[in-house]
Nanobody
């Protein structure tokens, strides 16, 4: 019913910025929470940020003050603005959507996932 496609990843120097996009097709997701997760080699998939249908934003501590999540329901698109990037931000970033009412903090809450986009930050 829903397909998600991430874009905007790439390679940057520490301190640089990237803007990730997640475009959805199929059923509209205006009633869903939307989230970003990341997974680095040898590590578990990690929550990064989420935004609810009320536009409340949630962030893991390591990205607070540096990343900003937003959504454009009219375009079925979600964004992650990443500033002041650090080498430890290097990972594959995945967008996902979850029905409202589930915890946004854990991957199991999300029903639909994108294919991922690589973010590499060099020191």
């Amino acid at each position: 019913q829903v397909q998600l496609v991430e874009s905007g990843g790439g390679s940057v120097q520490a301190g640089g910025s990237l803007r990730l996009s997640c475009a959805a097709s199929g059923r509209t997701f205006s009633t869903y929470s939307m989230g970003w997760f990341r997974q680095a080699p040898g590590k578990e998939r990690e929550f990064v940020a989420a935004i609810t249908r009320s536009a409340s934003g949630y962030y893991t501590d390591s990205v607070k003050g540096r990343f900003t999540i937003s959504r454009d329901n009219a375009k079925n698109t979600m964004f992650l603005q990443m500033d002041s990037l650090k080498p430890e931000d290097t990972a594959v970033y995945y967008c996902a959507i979850a029905p409202w009412g589930r915890s946004v903090w854990v991957p199991k809450s999300y029903d639909y996932w994108g294919q991922g986009t690589q973010v590499t930050v060099s020191s």
